[in-house]
């Protein structure tokens, strides 16, 4: 069964300062794609990022980044410069072939000024 | 690019009663739409997958003929949640696929309807 566990039910950073959630997945697939997405108070989800199991080249947008390690399926997102509105829950997802995106149970990222 | 609505944004409807929940993509067409059931401080929890012009296919433990999906277009989908009871309130997310070769699996989110049954 394809899960994701995302172990860190909350965390908490300083303005300005850096901060990594951690996500792990269990697949026996070897293509397959990756997402971060954010859901502000508002629950609109907002794709941060997404990296293609293909790629070996972590994917990075603006003050996001990923470390994602193929083989110890791994995937972790790396926030640099931390703002306030950056403060949400987090969900990886996990997504295969024509099948549903599977998530974790959310990181909650509070931000403190 | 990529948006996708859902309307209403927020109901409320007395137990017994039905309510449809729209999901439009606005400036693409998809083939597939998913909807998302979210309770508070949960994850995301998939009810259906949705294929324009065929039947849904429905997660384990969703009943199908309480939760009506109707993909009648690339653009529309439709969740009418029937004989509504109060455990049916929660907060009802739809998603749709792009499906492009260069990204195939990434899902565009609508903002969302919050259901309260009373």
């Known amino acids: 069964a394809q899960t994701v566990t995302q172990s860190q039910p909350e965390m908490s950073v300083q303005e300005a300062e850096t901060v990594t959630l951690s996500c792990t997945y269990d697949?026996?697939?070897?293509?397959?794609?990756l997402f971060w997405y954010k859901q502000p108070p508002s629950r609109q989800m907002i794709l941060v990022i997404r990296q293609e199991a293909y790629k070996q080249q972590n994917a990075t947008e603006n003050r996001f980044s990923v470390n994602f390690q193929k083989a110890a399926k791994s995937f972790s997102l790396k926030i640099s410069d931390s703002q306030l509105g950056d403060a949400a829950m987090y969900f990886c997802?996990?997504?295969?072939?024509?099948?549903?995106?599977?998530f974790g149970a959310g990181t909650r990222l509070t931000v403190k000024p | 690019g990529a948006v996708v609505s859902q309307h209403p944004s927020w109901v409320i409807c007395k137990s017994g009663t039905s309510v449809k929940i729209e999901c439009r993509s606005l400036d693409f067409q998809a083939t597939t739409m998913f909807w998302y059931r979210q309770f508070p401080k949960q994850s995301l929890m998939l009810m259906a997958t949705?294929?324009?012009?065929?039947?849904?296919?429905?997660e384990q433990g969703v009943e199908k003929d309480k939760f009506l999906i109707n993909h009648a277009s690339l653009t529309l989908s439709t969740l009418t949640v029937t004989s509504a009871h109060p455990e049916d309130s929660s907060f009802y997310i739809c998603?749709?696929?792009?499906?492009?070769?260069?990204?195939?699996?990434?899902?565009?989110f609508g903002p969302g309807t919050r259901l309260t049954v009373t």
């Open positions: 697949t026996s697939e070897s293509d397959y794609y």
């Open positions: 949705s294929n324009e012009g065929s039947k849904a296919t429905y």
């Open positions: 997802a996990w997504a295969y072939n024509n099948n549903d995106m599977r």
């Open positions: 998603s749709a696929r792009l499906g492009l070769a260069e990204n195939p699996y990434e899902q565009y």
